[in-house]
């Protein structure tokens, strides 16, 4: 028996991308390790589609088998299954946004503003009353919506800064390497959207505050992972 690992990557990087996420990394840690900034006042965010019907990931699924044994039967997802749009933010000890997208609605820079980012904005407000949102850092991908003017501009009324993240770099995002497996693999099968948004909920809120604050130390070891390997994706080299 043997076991094979592959290698997966979001997509083939070229040297100019490459270089976009050594130079991105370099800066930005460079401004933790200098102090001029703080994992505490980051806060990142991102969307993710959950199905009412769980199935285990594919690594999950993986195992041993004996010569002329066959491997487990594993039922294939219908595309057109149940499944929710969920926007979910959250800093460095908890979350900060748990939002259940109407149905149909599509998330453009409209709505992430109306329905998102002024809910994020809220709710620093209630956790920092004496802050507010003085040195927070947004910290979100590059998707059209969030590079609209509109965002840019709220985000600067807000005295919010975006923390600068390279195109094609979910291994530097803390809901693609983290959090959007660790709801996915705690639910179990919901007969409905308002079952489902209430067990996303309770997962997110039941996550304790080490869990979170070891997310974000992980996101400096990643930074430091990519400078070192020049850029290029880095999963492979985690322990």
């Known amino acids: 028996m ?18 976009e996420r050594f130079k991105l990394c370099r800066e930005n840690l460079a401004k933790f390790r200098a102090g001029s900034w703080q994992l505490c006042d980051i806060i990142t965010g991102d969307e993710t589609w959950i199905y009412h019907r769980q199935i285990c990931r594919k690594s999950t699924n993986a195992s041993w088998i004996a010569e002329g044994q066959s491997p487990a039967t594993i039922v294939r997802r219908d595309k057109f299954e149940p499944k929710n749009l969920f926007c979910i933010f959250f800093k460095s000890n908890s979350p900060v946004l748990v939002h259940a997208a109407d149905k149909g609605e599509t998330i453009d820079h409209i709505y992430y503003i109306e329905n998102c980012l002024k809910s994020v904005v809220k709710e620093i407000w209630k956790q920092r009353k004496s802050n507010g949102t003085k040195g927070i850092k947004l910290l979100h991908d590059n998707a059209g919506p969030r590079r609209h003017s509109d965002v840019i501009n709220y985000l600067t009324e807000e005295g919010i800064n975006m923390m600068p993240h390279p195109p094609y770099s979910p291994d530097l995002a803390p809901c693609d390497y983290w959090l959007n497996d660790y709801i996915k693999n705690r639910l179990i099968d919901q007969p409905d959207e308002k ?3 209430r067990a996303v909920s309770k997962i997110v809120k039941n996550i304790s505050e080490e869990e979170f604050k070891k997310t974000f130390d992980k996101l400096l070891e990643r930074m430091e992972l990519c400078i070192n390997n020049h850029g290029d994706y880095f999963e492979h080299l985690m322990k």
């Open 2 to 19: 043997r076991k094979v690992t592959s290698r997966w990557v979001p997509r083939q990087l070229t040297p100019e991308q490459n270089e």
């Open 195 to 197: 079952s489902l948004t």
